[in-house]
């Protein structure tokens, strides 16, 4: 799960998606344009990761997540 949804700066995903290690994680428009992440804007936050999305102009994005050990994929549409 990811919240909140719109997001302004920050975007959290929930710790059940942690169980398995530290997962992979993607950003792109919704047209499919890949957006770069750096591991600096991702952090641990609780018990849920935090992303920091606060650069991201106006939009709709997709946030695929696939979990550490690789076998559970998710994706996610969020607005900026």
Do not use: C, H
């Amino acid at each position: 799960q990811i919240y909140p949804n719109p997001a302004d700066d920050y975007l959290y995903l929930s710790s059940n998606t942690l169980v398995n290690g530290l997962p992979q994680i993607s950003i792109s428009e919704i047209t499919g344009k890949n957006i770069p992440l750096t591991s600096s804007q991702i952090t641990r936050f609780d018990n849920a990761l935090r992303i920091n999305v606060s650069k991201l102009p106006q939009g709709v994005y997709v946030m695929k997540v696939i979990s550490g050990n690789g076998l559970y994929f998710n994706s996610y549409k969020f607005i900026k």
